[in-house]
């Protein structure tokens, strides 16, 4: 194990910048990530872990085989690390590349929704409801961000994915044989109880903005989550929830 103690180690500046830059993550296929509990889902899900960073005085239970393992003072595990208080260890983990699924019964998509906490909790809640794929459209946060990654909770490692535009997703429709709803208030929405969506994908648009024209126009029409008077709106994530627990929750 190597013993790593300035911070302009060239190890340490990876991690940083892995952490900022997504063109990294996709150009090196791995993102950085912090804590026990991570590291062990990364690898119960059979996830490639290419190197471990932990506090000297603390190494974790589990050490992945075939990894750069590194040790430091906590200080500089913490700089290192890209969440603050850093519970430790920091780790670089490949996420897994999956194909599309042959078949698919249930799928949310969501379009521009830039947080990547909610992108995660929307990738943690479809594992969660048996959800078949989450497709990101529209500029979307990058689901191998650490923040994106953390609030998913280790679902990261097993939830089918697809990052693509409007032509990928109507292709991945037609595979699917899935019909599209938009969630939005639009002339003729239906009540999303009332809706038939035992097969079918149900799109979630940005806070601000909503749905685009050209995602509507491949949809089969929208559905809306009924809400008291005086109510706006909902956050993405939680819209996202209510739609997979129509979408496949009364299955479970």
Request: glycine content about 12%; aromatic content about 4%; overall charge neutral.
């Amino acid at each position: 194990m190597e013993r790593i103690t300035s911070r302009k180690n060239g190890y340490i500046a990876y991690l940083r910048r892995l952490a900022s830059e997504g063109a990294l993550r996709r150009e090196r296929g791995e993102t950085v990530l912090d804590g026990e509990k991570l590291l062990g889902e990364a690898l119960s899900s059979g996830c490639e872990v290419t190197s471990v960073l932990s506090d000297e005085a603390r190494p974790p239970e589990r050490l992945p085989e075939g990894a750069k393992l590194y040790c430091a003072p906590a200080e500089l595990v913490g700089y290192a690390s890209p969440v603050k208080n850093s519970p430790g260890p920091v780790f670089t983990v490949r996420l897994p590349e999956r194909r599309a699924p042959e078949r698919v019964d249930c799928a949310i998509v969501l379009e521009s929704v830039q947080d990547p906490g909610n992108v995660g909790t929307a990738i943690r809640t479809a594992n969660a409801l048996g959800v078949g794929a989450v497709i990101l459209t529209g500029g979307c946060a990058d689901p191998a961000s650490p923040r994106c990654v953390r609030a998913t909770m280790g679902a990261a490692f097993r939830q089918y994915v697809a990052e693509t535009d409007l032509a990928g997703l109507a292709e991945l429709l037609r595979a699917w044989d899935l019909p599209l709803y938009g969630a939005a208030l639009a002339p003729g929405a239906r009540d999303i109880r009332e809706a038939r969506l035992e097969r079918a994908a149900v799109a979630i648009g940005n806070e601000g903005h909503g749905l685009s024209a050209g995602l509507m126009e491949l949809g089969a029409g929208a559905v809306i989550i009924p809400m008291a008077p005086g109510s706006e709106s909902l956050n993405a994530a939680v819209a996202g929830a209510i739609v997979m627990w129509e979408l496949s929750g009364r299955r479970l």
